[in-house]
């Protein structure tokens, strides 16, 4: 949406051209410091947002998109240009597994990435199945792997982690500029 938007502006068609922002979710990002910030960015860019609609139907040859609200009714809007992100969760078999938490993601700890259960010490999760309040992205992997990596051979070694690994909660979606072109095709 970002991106489309720059390139809305850039290129003289901004002013023709509506984007809106429709997400199951109540806010733009689960992480409440990264919603507050994407949505005053919203707001700043005149993006229309509606939140806790989920995407129900599509209407390919009539260009209609069917969204379901959290209160049961329904909304069909028109679009020229939809894109569709799936909703993302959990994998079934750790949801329904013992080490997972009350929404499905492996419990870890947020700084050293270990099990919060101690009957489960021995596991380490980083990641898209961890319950990380970060974003799933490589940027955020990249800065869990070397802590979890930590951690792992100290548990193996003492039976406990280390107290130097800690994860900091960095995460990133990096956009770069000569990726812009490709992805607006």
């Known amino acids: 949406m970002?991106?489309?938007?720059?390139?809305?502006?850039?290129?003289?068609?901004?002013?023709n051209i509506n984007v809106s922002f429709y997400t199951g979710m109540p806010a733009m990002?689960?992480?409440?410091?990264?919603?507050?910030?994407?949505n005053e960015l919203r707001l700043q860019r005149g993006i229309d947002g509606f939140f806790e609609h989920n995407l129900a139907s599509i209407d390919s040859a009539n260009r209609k998109a069917t969204f379901k609200k959290?209160?049961?009714s329904t909304v069909d809007v028109d679009y020229t240009t939809l894109h569709v992100a799936?909703?993302?969760g959990p994998?079934?078999?750790i949801k329904d597994s013992p080490i997972a938490d009350s929404v499905g993601w492996v419990s870890v700890d947020q700084g050293t990435l270990q099990h919060t259960n101690p009957?489960?010490?021995?596991?380490?999760a980083l990641g898209d199945c961890s319950?990380?309040?970060?974003?799933?992205t490589?940027?955020?992997?990249?800065a869990q792997a070397p802590v979890l990596t930590e951690n792992l051979y100290s548990f193996i070694k003492s039976g406990k982690v280390t107290d130097n690994a800690l994860y900091d909660g960095y995460t990133s979606c990096p956009v770069r500029k000569d990726c812009i072109s490709s992805c607006l095709v």
Do not use: C, H
Request: cysteine-free; hydrophobic content about 45%; overall charge positive.
């Open 2 to 15: 970002w991106m489309a938007w720059d390139r809305f502006r850039k290129t003289g068609r901004g002013d």
């Open 29 to 38: 990002f689960a992480v409440k410091k990264y919603a507050d910030a994407l």
């Open 70 to 72: 959290t209160d049961g």
């Open 86 to 88: 799936p909703p993302m």
């Open 91 to 93: 994998l079934k078999f």
């Open 119 to 124: 009957e489960f010490a021995n596991i380490f």
């Open 131 to 136: 319950s990380l309040p970060t974003s799933k």
């Open 138 to 142: 490589a940027a955020a992997i990249t």
